[in-house]
């Protein structure tokens, strides 16, 4: 997933205030409204590998047309498979938009698979256009579940400190895959991918040294963005999607649509940078946030059932 986080304004908040106190015992609260955005990175951070090609509606996560395995690993034949796939299934739209009856497996699969709302022409004729291929991340996802038990117990302290919420600490699930030297493309790096400019209002990162590798001086900077993102949006959601998108751009479509939420800003707003992959950031960091307690659950109860056949010795 594209990752992009602007330079934004932030403060360092002292061990001990009122900001702290106010954050105490935040729940991130999910709307029932985005289960169907939830449920879909699920499969695709549990279900679907890197080779699964999950053909959908960017507006309609629910609607899955095909879900292809590409057996190459040659990009430019990959990348050509999918430009053919995903005008097979254009192609496919067009014909049901017309209110032709399926005449190929592939639209008896997509008339068959969608949800019974979507079933009209209207939709297929629209649906043409938005159709995109996201490739599962199962096995890169178990990784960064493996590599997250170094660190969580170090960011769940520092969270609890500051009074946030201790389920952000699964957010660099989603940003470096727990991985402190990560680097993204665009020069964000560290376990929270802080982009240069925020990063040096904290960290020193420089010719010689970059702070932003180092877990426990990149974790106190992501808590204080965060704790900034919270104090000027009083929303969890827009402070996490500021997170990615930047606390400015997030405040300026609170201002043009003055509003407070976030579906409502989620629905409404546009822009070249507030496209698919910041519209479901925070929806993809629910669904690995609730991913990752379900398998800390299961870990502790399969830790628990050994430790219960273990044989009482008498001495």
């Not at 969608?114 to 209207?122: C, G, M, Y």
């Not at 989603?174 to 790096?189: C, D, H, M, P």
């Not at 590798?213 to 808590?223: D, G, L, Q, V, W």
């Not at 930047?246 to 609170?254: D, E, F, H």
Request: one cysteine or more; proline letters at 3%; glycine letters at 4%.
């Amino acid at each position: 997933m594209k990752r992009l986080i602007l330079s934004v304004l932030v403060f360092i908040v002292p061990g001990f205030s009122y900001a702290s106190l106010y954050f105490k015992n935040q729940n991130l609260k999910v709307s029932k409204h985005l289960q169907t955005e939830i449920t879909f990175w699920e499969d695709i951070f549990s279900k679907y590998e890197s080779n699964h090609c999950v053909y959908h509606d960017t507006k309609h996560l629910d609607a899955i047309f095909w879900v292809s395995t590409l057996r190459s690993t040659n990009r430019k034949v990959f990348r050509r498979q999918i430009k053919q796939q995903k005008a097979q299934i254009r192609q496919a739209l067009v014909n049901l938009g017309k209110g032709k009856k399926p005449s190929s497996w592939l639209e008896r699969r997509i008339l068959d698979k969608l949800p019974k709302e979507l079933k009209t022409r209207s939709y297929f004729r629209a649906a043409k256009n938005r159709v995109r291929c996201q490739r599962g991340v199962a096995t890169s996802f178990r990784q960064s579940l493996a590599r997250s038990e170094r660190y969580l117990g170090m960011i769940k302290k520092e969270f609890r400190s500051r009074g946030l919420p201790l389920q952000l600490a699964y957010l660099p699930h989603l940003e470096s895959g727990f991985n402190t030297k990560a680097k993204s493309k665009v020069g964000a790096r560290g376990l929270w991918q802080l982009m240069p400019a925020t990063a040096r209002q904290f960290l020193k990162v420089n010719r010689y040294r970059d702070e932003r590798i180092n877990p426990i001086k990149a974790t106190t900077a992501a808590a204080t963005i965060l704790n900034r993102n919270y104090q000027r949006t009083k929303s969890w959601p827009l402070a996490i999607t500021a997170y990615n998108y930047g606390i400015n751009g997030v405040m300026r479509a609170m201002r043009k649509y003055n509003t407070k939420s976030y579906l409502e800003i989620r629905k409404r707003h546009r822009t070249r940078i507030f496209g698919f992959a910041a519209k479901n950031f925070y929806p993809s960091f629910v669904a690995v946030k609730n991913l990752a307690l379900a398998h800390e659950k299961k870990m502790a109860r399969l830790n628990s059932g050994s430790d219960q056949k273990k044989p009482n010795r008498q001495f």
